[in-house]
């Protein structure tokens, strides 16, 4: 089996969004406020959407592609709820 330069280009961004998403896990653990935090949880799920969108490309499945957008939708959710409970002190206004 040879490997192809879609091979190596997946490996190294594999290993790149992984570096990211190591980085963005320490600034979650350590971030010194809790915007910082949310920051962090919004760079981690974009950073897995790209890690499912670099396995559809290694893969040739159009099923990730689903998944990815799925993920995104409930992340921009996730984002917009912690942002607006971070302004107001809550979510759901009575």
Known sequence: MTATIIDFATLFAFVCLGL????????LV???GAR??????DTMYIIGVMMVLVMAL????SVYFDVALL?????????????KFLLRGE???P
Not at 58 to 61: I, V
């Open 36 to 41: 910082d935090r949310v920051l962090a949880f």
């Open 71 to 83: 993920m995104t939708l409930f992340g921009f959710v996730g984002t917009s709820a912690l942002a």
């Open 30 to 32: 350590i971030g010194p």
């Open 58 to 61: 290694r893969s040739s499945t």
């Open 91 to 93: 979510v759901i206004e």
């Open 20 to 27: 990211a998403m190591a980085l963005a896990t320490v600034r």
